[in-house]
């Protein structure tokens, strides 16, 4: 005799209840196709031209750059002849891409053996440009014109070196020198080993910063392309610059994290604060 089992039939949801359950089913994954994370996972990706990353540093040059590891065992033993300066200037120091101003701190001690006022820039981290950045970059650097009563030479290392760049055009009655070490300023800006991560970190393109800028256009005050051959992360060509984008180029033999702490690198800032005239 065969046995029968009972089993209950499973309710079933209300036509329309389904229907919007499958539309907001969908727009949630529109939402997150849009979302901030999504984008910027593209923006990494994006599609490029090869002729556009022409002269980027090649791998070796980027494998150089752990050169910087062995810094903390170096500095200990480093000496330094530092010349007291008969030419003190103030220095406002800007810090390249997703870096701390700690991580200059090495050249401001220097600077200020030297007998130069050396200031941060007052923002921490530097995670990339927009309005909110510059017009308190801008403040700091007017305060310390204000305060000091004299113009600001401003250092800047890669990015850095940018935002100096566009700040002396903003205000060059406040700014004595533009002193770049290692900033693209010139030529396309994917010419960089580092263009992919900036985009995705910032969530926006290299090509449309959210502030508006001319890199390659030269600042209206003494303006100084520090660069380096053996650079592993931007183009020497970038940095280095072309006539009419700066006033002068000042070859060195560093790499790209060496601008912050390789002795010639301190020595050409030096010599640029001692021929500055305020």
């Not at 040059?61 to 030419?87: F, Q, Y």
């Not at 103030?90 to 810090?95: K, S, Y």
């Not at 051959?229 to 060509?237: H, L, M, Q």
């Amino acid at each position: 005799m065969v046995s029968l089992r009972f089993v209950p039939e499973r309710p079933r949801l209300p036509a329309p209840l389904v229907a919007a359950a499958t539309a907001a089913g969908a727009q949630a994954q529109q939402a997150f196709a849009a979302s901030a994370f999504v984008r910027r996972v593209a923006l990494a990706r994006e599609a490029c031209p090869e002729e556009f990353e022409a002269g980027k540093p090649r791998l070796v040059r980027m494998l150089g750059e752990a050169d910087v590891l062995l810094e903390p065992l170096r500095r200990p033993r480093r000496k330094l002849d530092i010349s007291a300066t008969a030419n003190p200037q103030v220095v406002m120091i800007l810090p390249g891409f997703a870096t701390h101003p700690m991580r200059m701190r090495y050249l401001a001690r220097q600077l200020e053996a030297a007998g130069h006022i050396a200031k941060r820039w007052g923002l921490g981290f530097n995670w990339g440009p927009n309005e909110e950045n510059f017009a308190a970059l801008e403040a700091r650097l007017l305060e310390l014109h204000a305060r000091h009563g004299r113009k600001v030479v401003m250092v800047g290392w890669s990015l850095g070196g940018l935002y100096a760049r566009e700040l002396a055009k903003r205000q060059p009655h406040a700014v004595a020198k533009v002193i770049s070490m290692g900033s693209p300023f010139s030529g396309s800006p994917r010419a960089n080993n580092v263009w992919r991560a900036y985009q995705f970190i910032t969530g926006h393109s290299v090509d449309a910063p959210p502030v508006a800028a001319e890199l390659a256009v030269k600042p209206p005050v003494e303006t100084v392309a520090l660069w380096s051959a053996n650079d592993g992360v931007i183009a020497p060509r970038c940095a280095a610059g072309r006539a009419g984008e700066r006033d002068r180029s000042v070859r060195l033999r560093c790499t790209h994290m060496g601008f912050t702490y390789d002795p010639q690198a301190i020595v050409a800032v030096l010599g640029e604060l001692e021929t500055t005239r305020a």
